[in-house]
């Protein structure tokens, strides 16, 4: 170990000691023992378990068709049909949600996976997620839960007493809603928060932000926090890559901006893709401008994955360029993320440049922020930090 100081020796060890990926799920299958699954007394995962909850965020049309106002696509379904998410499902001119309950992946993560930097450092919180997705992302990490069709996937029943319960048990301080995409159990997440909160349980969404306004604004008041990946900055790009449009989500961060909520945002760089030097300055100029510079922006390194495993893995020194760009349009809180060690994972003051939260991937080496503010120049440190 000649040449290391003790605390280059420790980064490089918790960074090795972890699998270090951007917000990989876990299967009910893989996550813990069979008998840990049994929350409802009946098998504790299988495939076509399917929910019968009437859905929220619909409009009754002519011919027994609905039309969905949950999300920007606003699927017009007929009798029988479902949505896009292949998740809501009109039955008899009545629009249901099938992945009410239905578990699909389980976890207790530290809040940096998700990833949170300016959330209460280190705390636990149990992750959970149903299949489905509103979007299909061709470089998706979590693929076999979000792009597939819920009798497809296995799942164990879980009402939101028992995911609290189970939150509980395991010392959570969070229930998050992440892996596949939470605004498509909506009716599910905001039951949970709701039976969350009224247990001193706080609700963080990590979500593609792909939501429509009312929705969301009835959503907000029952979270604490709001992760929201920025897939691109072009109409492009989120057409034939995410098989979406930019201008909700950029709504969904205006929103966020507005009512105060605290929100963090991640840009997944793939190379040849998203990671050209217009865009992402853009990019950096819009968030600095229009949600402010104090917003922590995570540019996380792509790994190849799902339908894009003909592209490399980002280079560190594109990410490292980003950063760059970053900085020179003011943003105060850039991050470097899935390069466990790298020096811009860390939280610095933006006044005196103090290292306030060191990090190595999931790990806290160092907690310097006291009562929310920089130790040495007592600037205050915008986060959740108690």
């Not at 980064?11 to 799920?25: E, I, K, N, P, S």
Request: glycine share 8%; proline share 6%.
């Amino acid at each position: 170990m000649s040449g290391l100081d003790r605390r280059t020796f420790l980064a490089r060890c918790a960074a090795a000691a972890v699998g270090y990926c951007a917000c990989d799920a876990i299967p009910f299958r893989a996550a813990f023992a069979q008998d840990a699954f049994d929350f409802d007394k009946s098998p504790p995962a299988a495939k076509g378990r399917l929910s019968d909850v009437r859905a929220a965020h619909w409009d009754s049309m002519e011919g027994g068709r609905v039309t969905c106002r949950l999300c920007p696509r606003e699927c017009r379904v007929a009798d029988q049909e479902r949505g896009a998410c292949g998740v809501r499902t009109n039955d008899g001119g009545v629009y249901k949600t099938l992945v009410y309950g239905q578990v699909a992946a389980v976890h207790v993560d530290p809040v940096e996976k998700k990833p949170f930097f300016h959330v209460a450092p280190g705390s636990p919180a149990y992750s959970i997620a149903t299949a489905g997705c509103n979007i299909q992302c061709l470089f998706c990490q979590n693929w076999e839960i979000s792009q597939f069709r819920p009798e497809q996937v296995e799942s164990a029943n879980a009402t939101p007493e028992r995911i609290v319960r189970a939150a509980r048990e395991s010392e959570c301080r969070f229930l998050a809603y992440t892996y596949s995409e939470p605004v498509i159990y909506y009716e599910y997440m905001r039951d949970c928060a709701d039976a969350g909160n009224a247990a001193g349980l706080r609700s963080l969404m990590i979500s593609n932000g792909y939501i429509q306004e009312k929705p969301l604004r009835e959503l907000l008041p029952r979270l604490y926090a709001v992760k929201i990946d920025l897939k691109g900055f072009t109409e492009g790009f989120y057409r034939d890559i995410c098989d979406a449009t930019l201008k909700p989500v950029l709504q969904t961060l205006q929103i966020l901006k507005e009512t105060g909520k605290w929100f963090e945002i991640v840009v997944l760089v793939i190379p040849t893709l998203n990671d050209d030097e217009a865009q992402m300055r853009g990019l950096c100029r819009w968030v600095a401008e229009t949600l402010g510079p104090d917003v922590p922006v995570h540019f996380t390194r792509f790994h190849p994955e799902y339908r894009l495993t003909n592209l490399p893995s980002t280079p560190v020194a594109t990410l490292e360029r980003i950063h760059g760009y970053a900085r020179e349009a003011g943003m105060h809180f850039a991050y470097v993320g899935n390069v466990p060690g790298h020096p811009a994972e860390s939280t610095y003051c933006p006044g005196c440049g103090t290292v306030l939260v060191r990090r190595a991937a999931y790990t806290i080496l160092e907690m310097a922020i006291r009562d929310g503010r920089c130790p040495k120049c007592q600037r205050a440190i915008p986060g959740l930090w108690s």
